[in-house]
T-cell receptor, first 109, second 114 residues
């Protein structure tokens, strides 16, 4: 079993929809949680960084962490075609990041 | 504010050849990480440095792989006697030692072994 599970998608939504992406994890040592966005053939770009359980909002993005359920989510409001990319959840206990497989998101105009 | 840079961006080589990649971290970031990403997968940790010291290596890093960060600034990753299974995107990231230690990634080097 992988330490971090993420549905690979693809997830197809129309422009303006609310998108929900999520990951589950098994390692209780993970304390820091991140979401990265990766466009095709590019490096991952940090979107959100959270430490504790709860919600964190940044513009159209909201990250949610539930440590008791070992479940994290990323919500995207008013999705745009430019949001079409692969979204990677990542988490760490000490130094190295452990990533999910990434969910490919397609937002159609 | 310059980000993490990697060179080359693409490399095609024949099986059995040696290849070397370079990573220049964000200035004043004293931690530097190497990851490998294959198609349809998330990046997997290979190794990391704090300044010039290599502090952790993944079991993915076979004897054919070696990484250095001689002066605590740029880093190189060398693969000897490349195999087709080495074909992947090699990503470099850097961070400060500040509690958050947010890792910022470079654009990656895409390796194809024929």
């Amino acid at each position: 079993q992988k330490e971090v599970e993420q549905d690979p998608g693809p997830l197809s939504v129309p422009e303006g929809a609310i998108v929900s992406l999520n990951c589950t994890y098994s390692n209780s040592a993970f304390q820091y949680f991140m979401w990265y966005r990766q466009y095709s053939r590019k490096g991952p770009e940090l979107l959100m960084y959270t430490y504790s359980s709860g919600n964190k909002e940044d513009g159209r993005f909201t990250a949610q962490v539930d440590k008791s359920s070992k479940y994290i989510s990323l919500f995207i409001r008013d999705s745009q075609p430019s949001d079409s990319a692969t979204y990677l959840c990542a988490m760490r206990g000490f130094q190295k990041l452990v990533f999910g497989t990434g969910t490919r998101l397609l937002v159609s105009p | 504010d310059t980000g993490v840079s990697q060179d080359p961006r693409h490399k095609i080589t024949k099986r059995g050849q040696n290849v070397t990649f370079r990573c220049d971290p964000i200035s004043e970031h004293n931690r530097l990480y190497w990851y490998r990403q294959t198609l349809g997968q998330g990046p997997e940790f290979l190794t990391y440095f704090q300044n010039e010291a290599q502090l952790e290596k993944s079991r993915l890093l076979s004897d054919r792989f070696s990484a250095e960060r001689p002066k605590g600034s740029f880093s190189t990753l060398e693969i000897q006697r490349t195999e087709q299974g080495d074909s992947a995107m090699y990503l470099c990231a850097s961070s400060r030692v500040d509690g958050r230690e947010t890792q910022y990634f470079g654009p990656g080097t895409r390796l194809l072994v024929l």
